[in-house]
């Protein structure tokens, strides 16, 4: 089974808002990571947050990490069509494995 | 440009026969996962290997699939026999051992009718 879960499963926005994914896991991790899906398209890593971090930033990405609640958020700021994507977070276990969550489905509305 | 190949990009096959879904990691990458995607199940770890030994194929059905790697530039995943249950995109990823990011190939659509 998969260890990730996220919410939520959709997200409808408009154009310039904020969008933000949350993410759960179950195990100890290495690290954190967020990858973006375009549809019928292989994935492609966004950011990764390390055990011992707490947030990261990259562009309009903000990424939190809370290792006591096991859990993390992706925040995309000022969104944009192009943003439309689905959106999962993977953990990288301390065997070795990256396991990713469902998925969060954005939609971004011009 | 270095990515991650997979071939081929669609296959339908009938119920029954082997299919064979091959992957080209980047070159120096240690590390090669296999998942499978579905709607209902999401991404499923199948296997991967550090090094090209495999360290877990916990997640694939041990009866029909195998997962090979004969050599660094090539992974391979085999079903044999093809059930129109393991329809899906069958991703390769590859990377460095350590937790780094993955890098993700096309997948390869499989229809099993």
Redesign the interface.
């Known amino acids: 089974s998969q260890q990730g879960e996220e919410d939520p499963q959709a997200l409808s926005i408009q154009e310039g808002e904020n969008a933000t994914m949350n993410c759960s896991y179950k195990t100890s991790i290495n690290n954190l990571q967020w990858y973006r899906q375009n549809s019928g398209r292989g994935l492609v890593h966004l950011i990764l947050i390390r055990s011992n971090e707490r947030e990261k930033h990259s562009g309009r990405l903000r990424v939190t990490l809370d290792t006591s609640k096991k859990s993390s958020s992706l925040l995309i700021t000022a969104s944009r069509a192009a943003d439309t994507a689905s959106y999962f977070c993977a953990i990288y276990n301390q065997g070795g494995k990256l396991i990713f969550g469902q998925g969060t489905e954005l939609s971004v509305k011009p | 440009d270095a990515r ?1 190949t997979q071939t081929p990009r669609h296959k339908v096959t009938e119920m029954g026969q082997e299919v064979t879904m091959r992957c080209q990691p980047i070159l120096g990458h240690n ?1 090669v ?1 296999w ?1 499978r995607q579905t709607m209902m199940q ?4 199948l296997a ?1 290997f ?1 090094n090209r030994a495999p ?2 194929d916990s997640g694939m059905p041990k009866d029909r699939f195998s997962a090979e790697m004969p050599d660094a530039t090539l992974a391979t995943l085999k079903i044999q026999p093809s059930e129109p249950r393991d329809s899906a995109v069958y ?1 390769c ?1 590859s ?1 460095f ?1 350590g ?9 390869t659509r499989l229809t099993v009718v």
């Open positions: 991650v590390t996962f998942y999401g991404l499923e770890l991967y550090r360290l877990d991703f990823a990377g051992s937790g780094t990011e993955a890098f993700f190939g096309q997948g």
